[in-house]
Structure formats: C-alpha cells, structure tokens
C-alpha cells in the first residue's frame, strides 16, 4: 500500500477553527441515500467524493435499493460532476454487516475507487463482499487500509484521503476492536471543512458482552475534546433503542440529525426490515428532538407527519417539525453547504419504493 495517498496524522486543532470562523473557501455537500433498511452515504468536495457504507436492504426485494444507488451514483458523476471522472477517493466500511457491504463490488465495479477503507473485519453478515472488495482492490492496484482501533490516537486519525487546499479533513476516531458484537466494531469518521462538522458512527451500540460499548468508549477517549462535536449527526445504528444514549448526543450537540432506516410500512420479503427492528424507536426519535438545534424550517423545510415505532413491530405517527429526517420519510436526504456558508440547503426527493 502507498502511503502518498493513505497516511495517518495525529491532527492538530485550532481555536479558530471550533469558534466557527471560515479559515478558507470550500463546500461540502453529504448525499445520504436511500437505500432501505441500510445506509450509504456520499459525501462530496470541490476536489473529490468519498462513500460511507454500501449497504443495501437484505431481503429478496433489494434490487430495487441496489437499481438506485447506482442510478444516483451515475446522475451523480454524470450531471452534477462530471469533473470528477467518476470517481471515488475513497469508501469507507464501517464494519462486515451486509446492509453496509451488500453493494460493494456493484459500486467497485462501475465507477474508479481510489481508496478502500475497512475495520479488517473477518466475521459478519456482510463479511462476503467485504473480502471481494479486499481481492478486487489488490487485483486493481487499489490502496487498502483495515483499521484497528488501536491505531486510533487520541486526537483521532487524519486519513488523506483528499487533497488539495480545499480538501477536507477526514478523522477516524474508532475501528475494529474484536467485540463480540460487530456493530461496536464500527470506524467512525469525522469528516470537518470550513463550512460544517459531519460525524459518522457506523451502528454503533450502548450494549456489548466482550467490549466497552463503542458509544461509551467514544466519550470516554475523546472527553475534553471536540472530537464528537458536529453540526450533522448521521444517527448510529438506523435509530435502533440501543444506538443512542443521552450522554452521548450531548457530546455530539447537533444542529440536524440523519437517520439511514427502511421504509416502515415494507414487511416482506423476509425478516430484515425496518418494520420487524422497530427502526426507528420512539425513544430515541423523542431523545434526538430534545437535543437537535435546528428546526425543519431552518433549511427551507416545514412539519412532516412521519411514522416511528414505540416497539417493534409497532407504529404510530407523529409531526417532525425539529431538523431529523430519515432516509424512512423524506427519501434521499441532500444537505448543502455553500462555499464559506454556515446554513445549508437540504432537499428530499420522497424516493419511497412500494411496501411490497
């Protein structure tokens, strides 16, 4: 593996930088997509794209999910930024369950991939298309970093995945530590510009038999830092009861949350949808209202009547006037920071596939 376009650096913070002021020009626009019970997100820059998760929803009627993510990722290159030549700098794997993997080698296969990131992961749901993705990269001259969290400094991991004097900058802040649980095993990633603070934390949990839950080792390693501050929070684990805690969320504080969940009236094919999980919970929809900052309003948006589940299995409907959407309710979810602005312009398309 090169190190000119993967290296690891131990950031260095400055004042100015967490105050809010705007230290250069730049944009940043994150395309959460709706891919079902799973998530996907793309995250764009003026000098390149990078992919967190490929995931799709693991039933016999994913194809639909898969048809667009493609589609997206074409429309994307294609009419957006055709610049870019289609390509990806980067993707990054949370961890080998398979509606994070499920779409590797059709996103691998169809577009340039500079980069592939994962936790080295070597059991799991989603373990198959990590390991082609892991022979397809060294078959294709592609870098390849499996990140344990032992690697994982203090002041977090800046991963270069982007370059140039608008390049963001990527910071994992956990990796592949064995749990007996694979969610807790998550890389999560900090991704800062001058515009915004985005944090990923794969699925994340509160609960594990072997290790700390990654939600508590998070807090705990980076307590009196700013490391888990971010203005737009893609909520850990599809809004599951066990992905989110109080202590948490006030560590992250922020503005807009995003949830990557299923369309909850979808009860077949299968067992693994959003309706049989409960995703997401009520409790945790009601504990992301009290602590987001931002209103729809704010973004251009108003009040959405959405569906959430006080248990699996079980829904009931409420209005969401606070800045949370979901993937579930508005589709796929594109949030834009204009070069040196501090308030973006979100968007939905309401790309909702049929229940059945």
């Not at 995250?43 to 589609?71: K, M, Q």
């Not at 390991?131 to 970093?145: E, L, S, T, V, W």
């Not at 805690?245 to 504080?253: E, P, Q, R």
């Not at 309710?329 to 790309?351: H, K, L, S």
Request: proline content about 5%; some cysteine; aromatic content about 8%.
């Amino acid at each position: 593996m090169s190190s000119l376009r993967i290296r690891f650096t131990a950031p260095t913070f400055s004042a100015c930088l967490f105050l809010g002021a705007v230290v250069a020009s730049g944009q940043v626009t994150a395309h959460y997509i709706n891919v079902g019970q799973a998530a996907s997100a793309l995250v764009e820059f003026p000098s390149g794209a990078i992919l967190i998760d490929a995931g799709g929803e693991n039933t016999g009627g994913s194809d639909v999910y898969r048809s667009h993510l493609l589609a997206y990722l074409n429309a994307f290159f294609d009419k957006q930024r055709p610049d870019l030549q289609r390509t990806l700098e980067g993707i990054i794997l949370s961890h080998p369950h398979i509606d994070h993997t499920m779409y590797l080698m059709d996103v691998m296969q169809n577009f340039t991939v500079h980069a592939l990131v994962d936790n080295g992961g070597t059991t799991g749901s989603g373990i198959g298309p990590m390991k082609n993705g892991r022979a397809f990269a060294a078959q294709h001259h592609i870098h390849y970093m499996a990140i344990g969290d032992g690697s994982i400094h203090k002041t977090g991991n800046v991963l270069s995945l982007i370059e140039g004097d608008k390049a963001p900058k990527i910071i994992l802040l956990s990796g592949g530590r064995g749990c007996d649980n694979p969610n807790n095993d998550s890389i999560s990633v900090r991704i800062e510009t001058p515009e915004t603070v985005l944090l990923f934390t794969g699925d994340s949990e509160n609960e594990d038999k072997t290790c700390t839950p990654e939600l508590s080792a998070l807090g705990t390693k980076f307590v009196g830092t700013p490391l888990l501050q971010a203005q737009i929070y893609h909520v850990a684990h599809h809004g599951s009861y066990n992905g989110t805690t109080d202590d948490f969320l006030k560590l992250v504080s922020p503005g807009i949350a995003v949830i990557s969940a299923g369309n909850p009236d979808r009860k077949s094919p299968g067992q693994f949808h959003a309706f049989q999980y409960g995703h997401p919970r009520e409790v945790v929809v009601d504990t992301l209202a009290s602590t987001v900052s931002g209103s729809r309003s704010d973004f251009g948006g108003s009040a959405k009547e959405v569906t959430i589940f006080p248990a699996a299995k079980q829904t009931k409907k409420t209005s969401m006037t606070k800045a949370i959407y979901c993937t579930c309710w508005d589709g796929d979810i594109e949030v834009n920071y204009p070069a040196g602005g501090r308030t973006p312009n979100i968007t939905t398309d309401n790309f909702l596939p049929p229940a059945n």
